[in-house]
T-cell receptor, first 113, second 113 residues
Framework: GAGVSQSPSNKVTEKGKDVELRCDPI?????LYWYRQSLGQGLEFLIY????????KSGLPSDRFSAERTGGSVSTLTIQRTQQEDSAVYLC???????????FGPGTRLTVT | QQQVKQSPQSLIVQKGGISIINCAYE??????FPWYQQFPGKGPALLIA?????SEKKEGRFTISFNKSAKQFSLHIMDSQPGDSATYFC????????????FGKGTKLSVKP
């Protein structure tokens, strides 16, 4: 079946611009996660959605970052007033629920110039 | 206490040899420990996972060894092949309602033919 998809695959933006990154989870998965992977680093948790519960935003690095999940499916991660340190690969994962395995999408590589 | 420490940072193994990657954690509330494999330009792919009530899990050439008292776990790749050359990440999930994974910083494995 179809896996987690993310778009765009690459995004180059100028410092100070806003960007939106999209994630389509695996159908039927109620949990959705966003992570960030900087060059040569491990994955850093950003935000977690579980069903209709309030999201766990504890990993968001600043108030410039926000995310929403519409209809319990597609999610959008928005970064406002981008900075060069926001350059990274943004990865989305989904799972059947919290207790199950997380499956990752291919990521969006964001470059802020 | 939320960290997962992974070693070595890089590893070179001859074809047919055994690759061993180690991880350590502090938080005894962690309840799930997966390993992910990541090829360049791709998202992480779940390789194998273990829960703390089990000391070992084997799937094909991949084995996780888990030492609850020492708070350590390791990945063993038997009969390593050049196609196994990738970056490997260990991770841990917090207990309770926490859903996100906490990742180690990764090990870059190169298997020489």
């Amino acid at each position: 079946g179809a896996g987690v998809s993310q778009s765009p695959s690459n995004k180059v933006t100028e410092k100070g611009k806003d960007v939106e990154l999209r994630c389509d989870p695996i159908s039927g998965h109620t949990a959705l996660y966003w992570y960030r992977q900087s060059l040569g680093q491990g994955l850093e948790f950003l935000i977690y959605f579980q069903g209709n519960s309030a999201p766990d935003k504890s990993g968001l690095p600043s108030d410039r970052f926000s995310a929403e999940r519409t209809g319990g499916s597609v999610s959008t991660l928005t970064i406002q007033r981008t900075q060069q340190e926001d350059s990274a690969v943004y990865l989305c994962a989904s799972s059947f629920n919290r207790a199950y395995e997380q499956y990752f999408g291919p990521g969006t590589r964001l470059t802020v110039t | 206490q939320q960290q997962v420490k992974q070693s070595p940072q890089s590893l070179i193994v001859q074809k047919g040899g055994i690759s061993i990657i180690n991880c350590a954690y502090e938080n005894t509330a962690f309840d799930y420990f997966p390993w992910y494999q990541q090829f360049p330009g791709k998202g992480p792919a779940l390789l194998i996972a273990i829960r703390p009530d089990v000391s070992e899990k084997k799937e094909g050439r991949f084995t996780i060894s888990f030492n609850k008292s020492a708070k350590q776990f390791s990945l063993h790749i038997m009969d390593s092949q050049p196609g196994d050359s990738a970056t490997y990440f260990c991770a841990a999930r917090g207990g309770g309602s926490q859903g996100n994974l906490i990742f180690g910083k990764g090990t870059k494995l190169s298997v020489k033919p």
